[in-house]
């Protein structure tokens, strides 16, 4: 049974730091591609970004670009996002997901497997 499991969030200040963890099991970690998704209330579920199976390639949407960093260790089946400079807006349920290696991690509907998610609130 696959299961991916969210940790790291919490209630910081804007311009604060948070570093998001994602531990997988029940998949070969190695050959997936791993992102990052986030849920306002009220608002559809975003992509945030996204790593390759290798970790040599790496997507981010434009409004975290330069704040938000994805990395993984395959050692360790676990990917992290450290996010700097955080503002209010990103506040949300942050969610990892897994998908075979392929294309357009952007997407949703690429990812197999789903986190339960971990909430993010900045404060202003």
């Known amino acids: 049974q696959v299961q991916l499991v969210e940790s790291g969030g919490g209630l910081v200040q804007a311009g604060g730091s948070l570093r998001l963890s994602c531990a997988a099991s029940?998949?070969?970690?190695?050959?997936?591609?791993m992102g990052w998704f986030r849920q306002a209330p009220g608002k559809e579920r975003e992509f945030v970004a996204a790593?390759?199976?290798?970790?040599?390639?790496?997507f981010y949407t434009d409004s975290v670009k330069g704040r938000f960093t994805i990395s993984r260790d395959n050692a360790k089946n676990t990917v992290y996002l450290q996010m700097n400079t955080l503002k209010p807006e990103d506040s949300a349920v942050y969610s990892c997901a897994a998908a075979a290696a392929g294309y357009g991690l952007t997407a949703r509907a690429r990812y197999d497997y789903w986190g339960q998610g971990t909430q993010v609130t900045v404060s202003s």
């Open positions: 790593i390759t199976w290798s970790g040599i390639s790496t």
């Open positions: 029940g998949l070969t970690f190695s050959a997936y591609d």
